[in-house]
Nanobody
Framework: QVQLVESGGGLVQAGGSLRLSCAAS????????MGWFRQAPGKEREFVAV????????YYAESVKGRFTASGDNAKNTVYLQMNSLKPEDTAVYYC????????????????WGQGTQVTVSS
């Protein structure tokens, strides 16, 4: 079992920044791809970003490219999502997740999920 705990959410103004963290139990890197998803009220959970199992590549949803950066710290068993130039449409609960699949971008490909952290962006 893998346990994931997100933190770093909060309320920010449009154009501001937040850095989300996801702490994983045990040693997760090199075994799982670590993904970020978000879900707003009335909308389906959507892919945001993923760091591959070796931690040497990242992929992003078109809606966040150029604004968000996903990264990992192997020593801390922690992944991050740096969010810049935030927009009101970024408001959602953000989840981190772990997947043993290759190139996972759908929620069904992830076996483990954190509880989520709320991000609210005011206009």
């Amino acid at each position: 079992q893998v346990q994931l705990v997100e933190s770093g959410g909060g309320l920010v103004q449009a154009g501001g920044s937040l850095r989300l963290s996801c702490a994983a139990s045990g040693r997760t890197f090199s075994r799982y791809a670590m993904g970020w998803f978000r879900q707003a009220p009335g909308k389906e959970r959507e892919f945001v970003a993923v760091v591959n199992r070796s931690g040497d590549s990242t992929y992003y949803a078109e809606s966040v490219k150029g604004r968000f950066t996903a990264s990992g710290d192997n020593a801390k068993n922690t992944v991050y999502l740096q969010m810049n130039s935030l927009k009101p449409e970024d408001t959602a609960v953000y989840y981190c997740a772990a997947s043993s699949s290759l190139g996972p971008i759908t929620p069904g490909a992830y076996e483990y999920w954190g509880q989520g952290t709320q991000v609210t962006v005011s206009s």
